[in-house]
């Protein structure tokens, strides 16, 4: 089990530049999430997938966001233009549909984004 | 809504000393409770989880039992090591908030020698 696979691990921008961050859910998982971790926030929801639609995206902060699922393998989270305010690690997480929701989230190492 | 609430950190302890880390929940359904620990640089794991009232979660020395009577999932662990330090997140999931978890803010332990 390869486990959930984002890359990169880290990514240095400047800002107004367009950043993606790209990730590989665990096979057979028919959700994906994105969340974001700062120090101020915690750990955000952002935007969450099941069998590639998106579900609900109301976590996304700003039209600058995007989010995209093209296949059950493979989803990227854009951010254009970037800014200062967006440095954060990104997460991804996969689950599987399980009764009663009592399956877990698994999650990625994680994309730490610094925009200057 | 959902919600989590967990005791604020940061906690900090003495190797084999015990550890709780309080957490209380608000749902409308019948939830399963989760705990993720994240240790430095890397995504947050399963550490156990519990799917009815009643129900004890454990892995690697750590238990957490579910109690419906008074919506709390606490954290124990009878001795702790410095291994341990990382950042504990209480989470929920029921039929009711769909497929996503609502986590807790977070509680970080430092485990000192």
């Known amino acids: 089990d390869a486990g959930v696979i984002q890359s990169p691990r880290h990514e240095v921008t400047e800002m107004g530049q367009e950043v993606t961050l790209r990730c590989k859910p665990i096979?057979?998982?028919?959700?994906l999430f994105w969340y974001r971790q700062t120090m101020m926030r915690g750990l955000e929801l952002l935007i969450y997938f099941n069998n590639n639609v998106p579900i609900d995206d109301s976590g996304m902060p700003e039209d600058r966001f995007s989010a995209k699922m093209p296949n059950a393998s493979f989803s990227t989270l854009k951010i254009q233009p970037s800014e200062p305010r967006d440095s954060a690690v990104y997460f991804c997480a996969s689950r599987q549909t399980g009764t009663g929701g009592n399956s877990p989230l698994h999650f990625g190492n994680g994309t730490r984004l610094t925009v200057t | 809504g959902d919600s989590v609430t967990q005791m604020e950190g940061p906690v900090t302890l003495s190797e084999e000393a015990f550890l709780t880390i309080n957490c209380t929940y608000t749902?409308?359904?019948?939830?399963?409770l989760f705990w993720y620990v994240q240790y430095p640089g890397e995504g947050l794991q399963l550490l156990l989880k519990a799917t009815k009232a009643d129900d004890k979660g454990s892995n690697k020395g750590f238990e957490a039992t579910y109690r419906k009577e008074t919506t709390s999932f606490h954290l124990e662990k009878g001795s702790v090591q410095v291994s341990d330090s990382a950042v504990y997140f209480c989470a929920l999931s029921d039929k009711t908030s769909g497929s996503r978890l609502t986590f807790g803010e977070g509680t970080q332990l430092t485990v000192n020698p």
């Open positions: 096979s057979g998982h028919d959700y």
């Open positions: 749902a409308t359904g019948y939830p399963s």
